[in-house]
């Protein structure tokens, strides 16, 4: 059987539907387990591809193409090379199909999605020059101070779009309180660096998990990730965390998780793989939801 009929079978009944990359590889491979996930390339049979122009099916243009692009994914078209609109869809008005589809995600956190939703950052985001600056300069502080100047903290927290919530920070204890915190912070383990910042007792003013992992990325760029809700929201859903919460006490296990995904993934850096899923939560699964 060939893996475009494998795909065609497995995808059948979401005519209308637009599919991701990690649904369709999903979808397949519960019905044939044996099948090669990297020969599951939804792009392969939705007509030549726009850069190159290559059709990489010999369904391309033809009633036997699975799907048609569609800027959130794939969508399955039926079988005389219709695309149904979703509200006329038996499908969609099935409820244990549709249920089935939303309930269905793994996501699968791989090379392949990493290539996939990476790029796709700067469909919504342009902060990616100011990241590299910041990096730069937060090591050069480090280097020559062994914490971060105030001018850069408030930088890294105008970056981090936090500017809401400064008026909770004591800024006119910046000196005293937060740059020695982050003095602490850059010579503690890795599981303790968080704690540092954030630990009853110590807690510095206005930081949460989020802004603090911030903080401390920026000191530790291929150690430390950054908490954030649309992060979390992935691996969440993904089934690598035990849950969406962003604070502390989970922020180890998070950690973990993205490591995890380095390991498995290796050559891609913690803002590539931040980057990713960032841009995963933003403009899916978030419109999905």
Same mark, same amino acid.
């Given at each position: 059987m060939t893996i475009h009929d494998k795909i065609a079978v497995a995808v059948k009944r979401f005519i209308g539907i637009t599919l991701s990359t990690q649904q369709v590889q999903a979808l397949v491979l519960e019905q044939y387990p044996?099948? *090669? @996930?990297?020969?599951?390339?939804? /792009?392969?049979? /939705?007509? @030549? *591809? @726009?850069r190159s122009g290559r059709s990489y099916c010999n369904c391309s243009g033809k009633s036997s193409q699975i799907?048609?692009?569609d800027e959130a994914g794939y969508k399955v078209r039926d079988s005389t090379g219709t695309v149904l609109r979703r509200e006329s869809c038996s499908v969609v008005s099935a409820p244990k199909q549709r249920a089935r589809l939303d309930a269905h995600p793994p996501i699968v956190i791989d090379n392949a999605f990493l290539g996939e939703w990476g790029p796709k950052y700067e469909r919504t985001e342009n902060d990616e020059d100011d990241y590299q600056r910041l990096v730069a300069v937060v090591a050069k502080e480090m280097a020559s101070m062994g914490t971060i100047s105030k001018k850069t903290f408030l930088e890294i927290w105008k970056w981090k779009g936090a500017m809401r919530v400064i008026r909770h920070v004591k800024i006119e204890d910046y000196g005293s309180l937060y740059a020695r915190a982050f003095r602490r912070a850059a010579s503690e383990p890795l599981e303790r660096k968080l704690a540092v910042l954030l630990e009853s007792g110590v807690k510095l003013p206005g930081v949460e998990a989020a802004t603090g992992s911030t903080i401390i990325h920026f000191i530790h760029p291929e150690m430390m990730p950054i908490i954030d809700v649309r992060t979390i929201g992935v691996l969440f859903k993904a089934g690598l965390i035990s849950t969406d919460r962003k604070d502390l006490s989970h922020y180890e296990e998070f950690r973990r998780a993205i490591e995890q995904i380095r390991r498995k993934c290796p050559g891609w850096s913690l803002r590539q793989i931040d980057r990713a899923l960032f841009a995963y939560h933003k403009q899916f699964l978030e419109k999905s939801q």
């Amino acid at each position: 059987m060939t893996i475009h009929d494998k795909i065609a079978v497995a995808v059948k009944r979401f005519i209308g539907i637009t599919l991701s990359t990690q649904q369709v590889q999903a979808l397949v491979l519960e019905q044939y387990p044996d099948t *090669n @996930p990297t020969s599951i390339i939804p /792009s392969d049979h /939705s007509g @030549p *591809n @726009p850069r190159s122009g290559r059709s990489y099916c010999n369904c391309s243009g033809k009633s036997s193409q699975i799907f048609a692009r569609d800027e959130a994914g794939y969508k399955v078209r039926d079988s005389t090379g219709t695309v149904l609109r979703r509200e006329s869809c038996s499908v969609v008005s099935a409820p244990k199909q549709r249920a089935r589809l939303d309930a269905h995600p793994p996501i699968v956190i791989d090379n392949a999605f990493l290539g996939e939703w990476g790029p796709k950052y700067e469909r919504t985001e342009n902060d990616e020059d100011d990241y590299q600056r910041l990096v730069a300069v937060v090591a050069k502080e480090m280097a020559s101070m062994g914490t971060i100047s105030k001018k850069t903290f408030l930088e890294i927290w105008k970056w981090k779009g936090a500017m809401r919530v400064i008026r909770h920070v004591k800024i006119e204890d910046y000196g005293s309180l937060y740059a020695r915190a982050f003095r602490r912070a850059a010579s503690e383990p890795l599981e303790r660096k968080l704690a540092v910042l954030l630990e009853s007792g110590v807690k510095l003013p206005g930081v949460e998990a989020a802004t603090g992992s911030t903080i401390i990325h920026f000191i530790h760029p291929e150690m430390m990730p950054i908490i954030d809700v649309r992060t979390i929201g992935v691996l969440f859903k993904a089934g690598l965390i035990s849950t969406d919460r962003k604070d502390l006490s989970h922020y180890e296990e998070f950690r973990r998780a993205i490591e995890q995904i380095r390991r498995k993934c290796p050559g891609w850096s913690l803002r590539q793989i931040d980057r990713a899923l960032f841009a995963y939560h933003k403009q899916f699964l978030e419109k999905s939801q």
